[in-house]
């Protein structure tokens, strides 16, 4: 599954196409701090199981979030966010709660699945398949399954909190990278970073893009001697 720093890096690509001249450190900062609320989740697993990629993958929140900023954003000239920051402090607004669905959410939404309606509904929902045209078949798409459940199904192949968790950085399991004997019983945590080489691209390349946008007009203003 995708991990903080590749939801940062989506987040980072987002925020320096849609902020234009308001992106700077200090709005990268804000839109980051959007990013990263769903992945907070993990600090309750101790004290609610299953709650990582729940209570705060639900679909509820970024809705939540939409709708204050938009009630706010239609007050004009009373708006609360812009009598204390200006117009930029909307748009940031609105670029990090942007961020928050389809940079903290959607991916993980897409890899693995997320407790989409929780806690008004218990059930992890994953979006993936594929989309081509084919000579043969026409357009063939597979994200939508409108086929009827077969009956057979198991029930417990229907994931919830009450039966499913995702593995966090708080899960301690026996290490597969090391030799041991049974008398070390050697554990291991996992931090991920890029679990597959088009995530590390992703990093690298919002890396760059970034960098760039922070500091590029300042370094090509040096190199021109002005």
């Known amino acids: 599954m995708p991990s903080t720093i590749v939801h940062l890096a989506i987040a980072g690509l987002v925020a320096a196409a849609l902020l234009g001249e308001e992106f700077d450190a200090r709005s990268a900062l804000v839109v980051a701090g959007f990013t990263v609320l769903p992945d907070l989740d993990v600090l309750a697993e ?13 679909l509820l929140l970024p809705a939540l979030v939409f709708a204050v900023l938009l009630w706010d954003t239609r007050r004009g000239a009373a708006s609360a966010l812009s009598r204390r920051y200006g117009v930029r402090g909307l748009k ?4 990090g709660a942007f961020c928050l669905l389809g940079a903290g959410i959607l991916p993980d939404l897409f890899l693995g699945g997320v407790n989409a309606l929780y806690p008004l509904h218990d059930r992890f929902y994953v979006f993936n398949g594929e989309l081509y045209y084919s000579t043969d078949r026409g357009w063939v798409q597979t994200f939508v399954d409108l086929s009827p459940p077969e009956p057979s199904a198991e029930p417990n192949s229907v994931r919830t909190t ?9 899960d301690a399991a026996p290490t597969r990278g090391v030799e041991q004997t049974v008398e070390e019983e050697r554990v291991e945590r996992l931090f991920p970073v890029a679990m597959a080489g088009f995530r590390f691209a992703l990093v690298l390349a919002s890396a760059v893009v970034v960098a760039v946008r922070l500091g590029g007009d300042r370094y090509l203003a040096r190199l021109l001697g002005e």
Do not use: K
């Not at 101790?46 to 639900?58: I, M």
């Not at 940031?92 to 670029?95: I, P, S």
């Not at 009450?162 to 708080?170: D, G, P, W």
């Open 46 to 58: 101790p004290v609610l199981p299953g709650a990582h990629r729940s209570l705060g993958h639900t």
């Open 162 to 170: 009450a039966n499913f968790r995702f593995r966090t950085v708080l």
């Open 92 to 95: 940031v607004a609105w670029v």
